[in-house]
């Protein structure tokens, strides 16, 4: 279930636990245009009667958690950027997507669909960076930052000045890039546009940071800081030359094993292959055959800025 908070013209439904995957946080504008963002699994099990009529769906990006009540709503418009539009036609498309390892995709393939209510949309509208959508009181600006998928949207809502950043969602563990379309370096250009953003008056994201009125470009560095943290990790272990899997095995990203998760060491190894390859590219690490090795002698020092998005 939810809790209704009232922010500016809009309803942040709160999931349990501040939207802990795989709950979320999703947004509800009623307006002239009633439409909501993101329905989570929260949403999806209070049903359509708890949010009422819906016109449009905007989906931030075409991930399991976002679309989860995507099919209480099979008669309104369904909104993704044209990137990720396309993963919604079909569940084979979905699967594409997320770029699993055979021995995850067909345990995943029954999991989106039964316990988040995948239903194919080969109708979505696509949008792009910059569309606005007027809702009446409200207008719905889309920003492009891809990074988390290639079509990962943040909604800027106007007048009010609230960003909702969907999966660039300012919690603890950091920034997720594990899918055949994610990139490391997009989302580090990403996060550098959502800190340069002027006017913002308050941060939705979609889990457990949920709202966020104050210090807001505190909060990004602080998100972007564990993708430095993840570098100087990387750097540590490859003092000796190390293979990708080698280094997936350090569990770098979730920290440690979680044997439930099946498809965790696939992501391990995508992730870190993308922080070694960007590493080797900076001069940071030297790849040697199928091995990476260190370059620094004192990688605790590693730093992203992402004031420029350069790094």
Request: a negative charge; charged letters at 25%; aromatic letters at 8%.
């Amino acid at each position: 279930m939810f809790e209704r908070v009232a922010l500016g013209g809009l309803t942040v439904l709160v999931g349990e636990r501040g939207g802990k995957y795989p709950g979320g946080n999703s947004i509800l504008v009623e307006d002239d245009i009633r439409l909501i963002v993101d329905p989570s699994t929260n949403v999806a099990a209070a049903g359509a009667d708890a949010v009422g009529g819906v016109d449009i769906v905007v989906n931030s990006h075409a991930h399991e958690d976002h679309f989860a009540g995507n099919f209480l709503f099979p008669d309104a418009s369904l909104v993704l950027h044209e990137a990720d539009a396309p993963a919604m036609a079909s569940l084979e498309a979905l699967l594409a997507a997320y770029g699993m390892d055979e021995a995850s995709e067909q345990a995943w393939g029954r999991l989106v669909v039964e316990q988040y209510n995948f239903r194919p949309r080969g109708d979505a509208v696509s949008v792009r960076d910059g569309d606005v959508l007027d809702l009446g009181r409200t207008r719905v600006r889309f920003l492009h930052m891809p990074g988390h998928t290639a079509g990962h949207m943040c909604l800027l809502f106007e007048p009010e000045g609230i960003v909702f950043t969907g999966d660039l969602d300012l919690t603890r563990f950091g920034p997720y890039y594990g899918d055949a379309t994610a990139s490391l370096t997009d989302v580090i250009a990403s996060l550098a546009r959502l800190r340069a953003l002027e006017g913002v008056t308050a941060f939705v994201s979609f889990h457990e940071a949920g709202i966020v009125r104050d210090d807001l470009r505190g909060a990004v560095d602080r998100y972007a800081a564990v993708l430095a943290d993840r570098d100087a990790a990387l750097l540590d272990f490859c003092r000796e030359p190390r293979t990708i899997e080698e280094i997936g095995a350090q569990c770098i990203i979730y920290r440690k094993r979680y044997p439930h998760l099946s498809w965790q060491p696939h992501v391990e190894k995508v992730m870190m292959k993308q922080h070694a390859t960007r590493l080797v590219a900076l001069g940071r690490m030297r790849q040697e055959g199928d091995r990476y090795r260190s370059e620094e002698s004192s990688p605790s020092a590693s730093r992203i800025s992402i004031s420029a998005g350069s790094q």
